[in-house]
């Protein structure tokens, strides 16, 4: 090599070690998926723009040339976001592209330094430049020396570009300084990479509760490709909406979304066929995909604090479903087709708006706990009694009028609340005494004057609340002294009641005998008279 050639390759390895790291494929791909991504969302954005300003113009009273001007806005803010969430990906995938520019450069000088022989190439000028490369790596991270002996055993073996350099080999040495910071949030780009390496190496858990810069408002496309997940947290992030793809995870079994800013779920959410346990509380959801009647495999469903006003018919396809909580939603009604979800054990509505319920809540049989606290019902269906296997039940808080009679058919039922309802509720229904499994029992603040006679047969009642309820019988005093002590009270007031009754009917019966010899003689008396 002459002493000019020479100098060339000095030039040539001064330039390449002045650039910055090489990234990853992964992250390749990811940047990759990333502009992807959005590109879709801002199409998504800007057509809800569009449906937003159709409803505007509809209304009278904004003049044509504000809307104009909001709907311009609008568009605007959507731009700039997508452009700040394309910058990181974008620098990304421009720096790839100038590596692969270099990588050619320097195959061209490899044969001109040594014309004809590929693998003298690099034992010229490209070995240079490669020994060159980890030893820049060397000096920029001395704590890790085994990764660059490890990078540098990867470029020996012989790979992918004109210099014989994969791009992970370096890139890898950057990961590795951040590998063990689990604080660090991840940006956009760094969902993606991760992704596509979870992906490529079968990952089945994925857990990013926490882990998303508030920045990161949507997934890119490529979740899609984690088909071997079968369990992923993305909960606790600010994200508003999920790709489309995620209908692509078919062997997910369970996921949690809570406390995101989830508006909707996309259509092909019902595509996740095996899922079992899936948590949307604490989002701002409105409605819910008919779709999400294909989730026939559901067994939990968490629904609870989002803005929900119906649940849909298709819900009563989840014959599977053990566990629904929907409660602090505005849930008017429940659909009829509730009764077809046979297997539900725990239904939780708790602070809706729901004013009555189906009379198919009678069919789900095996239902053992049912919350309505803070609702506005007036009344339950005469069905809760073939809620034979019910042990609670909550009504406080409505405007419960009247309990059904045949509540008393629910004989598993072992708490039992009705407090709360105000100046509505006057009475306990006469066949309370039949719920002889009843432990907890709850009236207070109603109108309850007198408790039914049959109070004093529930023999298990451990504690008995009345407070601010304007109780005659028992007495107050009585009260005080705990649950079984009004049962007893209950019990001897009815027992002294019949015996009581008893001697005013043997009275009765003797007045009405005499009474009736009386008339007797009176007769006789009359008849011995002269005429």
């Known amino acids: ?54 409803a505007s113009r509809a209304r009278p009273g904004v003049p044509a040339e504000l809307l104009d001007v909001l ?53 010229g000028g490209a ?30 073996r012989g790979s992918k570009g004109g210099l014989g350099l994969e791009p992970k080999a370096v890139s890898s040495l950057r990961r590795a300084t951040s590998a063990g910071n689990d604080t660090e949030k991840l940006g956009l780009i760094q ?18 509760r926490g882990k998303l810069v508030d920045q990161v408002e ?77 989730l026939t495999s559901l067994a939990n469903l968490d629904l609870s604090s989002n803005l929900l006003r119906v649940l849909p018919d298709c819900l009563g396809k989840l014959t599977n479903l053990r566990r629904l909580i929907a409660e602090t939603n505005e849930l008017e009604e429940l659909p009829y087709t509730i009764g077809s979800c046979t297997s539900l054990v725990e239904l939780r509505l708790d602070f809706n708006q729901l004013k009555a319920l189906p009379e198919a809540i009678g069919k789900l049989e095996k239902l053992e706990i049912l919350t309505l606290h803070y609702n506005r019902i007036k009344g339950l269906p005469t069905t809760i009694g073939q809620l034979s296997r019910l042990r609670e039940l909550d009504v406080s808080f409505n405007e419960v009028e009247m309990i059904p009679e045949n509540i008393c058919f629910a004989a598993s039922l072992v708490k039992l609340n009705v407090s709360r309802n105000f100046a509505d509720l006057r009475a306990l229904p006469r066949s309370i005494g039949e719920l002889e499994m009843l432990e907890e029992l709850d009236i207070s603040s109603n109108q309850i004057r007198v408790l039914p006679d049959s109070f004093g047969n529930l023999s298990k009642l451990r504690l008995f609340h009345a407070d601010e309820t304007p109780l005659e019988v028992p007495p107050r005093e009585v009260i005080k002294l705990g649950a079984q002590e009004v049962v007893n009270y209950m019990k001897n007031m009815v027992a002294a009641r019949g015996a009581s009754q008893k001697e005013t009917d043997k009275k009765s019966f003797w007045t009405w005998l005499r009474s009736l010899f009386g008339c007797c003689k009176n007769d006789q008396g009359l008849a011995s008279l002269p005429v």
């Open 191 to 208: 969902v993606a990479s991760l992704i596509e390496s979870s992906a490529k190496k079968g990952t089945t858990e994925l857990n990013l």
């Open 1 to 54: 090599m002459t002493p000019a050639t020479a100098e060339a390759v000095e030039e040539l390895t001064r330039l390449y070690r002045e650039l910055p790291p090489r990234p990853a494929v992964e992250e390749v791909e990811a940047a990759a998926a990333v502009l992807a991504s959005a590109d879709a969302e801002e199409e998504a954005r800007l057509a809800e723009i569009d449906r937003q300003e159709a």
């Open 218 to 294: 949507w997934l890119p496309v490529s979740l899609g490709k984690l088909q071997g997940v079968t369990e992923l947290d993305l909960s606790e992030n600010r994200i508003m909406a999920l790709p489309s793809t995620i209908g692509s995870l078919r062997y997910l079994t369970k996921l949690d979304l809570h406390a995101n800013q989830l508006i909707n779920l996309p259509d092909t959410f019902g595509e996740l066929s095996s899922l079992i346990d899936l948590d949307l509380r604490a989002n701002q959801l409105k409605s819910l995909p008919t779709s999400l009647g294909n």
């Open 71 to 123: 709907r311009e806005a609008r568009r605007n803010a959507v731009a700039l976001r997508a452009m700040q969430q394309r910058k990181e990906a974008a620098h990304v995938v421009e720096l790839e592209r100038r590596f692969k520019v270099f990588d050619d450069l320097i195959q061209r000088a490899s044969r001109v330094v040594s014309p004809g022989d590929g693998d003298g190439a690099r034992a």
């Open 127 to 156: 070995a240079v430049v490669v020994d060159e490369v980890v030893e820049v790596e060397a000096k920029r991270r001395p704590e890790l020396a085994s990764a660059v002996a490890a990078a540098a055993t990867e470029i020996d």
